[in-house]
């Protein structure tokens, strides 16, 4: 059976990505963004704004879709995510977020990823984001 999911890719005005330490209390902790599975009857957007405000506090809205990771083990979206409120705060019903913190690109080069196929598109945005004025 595929695991469906999806993940929230929120960058600040300081060009800075809202990542999440995560893992089991066995497991070496690992970053990602804000992400987890799709419960029943919801939709993958519906997925992408729980997940945020369970891992991080912060509540937001779907700007656009970014990426669609597909193969026979996994279905994940990633969604661009403008944040509207909340604030940094942990309430993962699951424990597995263990810190909440905004990572610049200088940072992400030394960050082990729960996902490590992620980091190109992470990177992709991250320069993007640098690029434009301000």
Not at 14 to 39: F, I, S, Y
Not at 55 to 70: A, I
Not at 83 to 93: A, H, K
């Amino acid at each position: 059976m595929t695991w469906k999911g999806a993940a929230a890719v929120c960058v600040n005005g300081d060009g800075q990505l809202l990542m999440v330490l995560q893992g089991t209390p066995e497991e070496e902790k690992k970053w990602a963004v804000p992400c987890g599975g799709l419960e029943k009857g919801e939709s993958f957007e519906a997925c992408c704004l729980r997940e945020l405000n369970e891992e991080t506090g912060f509540e937001g809205s779907v700007v656009r879709p970014l990426f669609h990771k597909k193969n026979e083990e996994v279905d994940v979206r990633y969604y661009e995510v403008m944040l509207t409120g909340g604030c940094m705060t942990i309430d993962d019903p699951d424990g597995l977020i263990h810190e909440v913190a905004w990572k610049g690109a200088d940072e992400m080069a030394g960050l082990i990823l729960s996902f490590p196929e992620d980091r190109d598109l992470l990177d992709s945005i991250l320069s993007l984001i640098s690029r434009q004025p301000i």
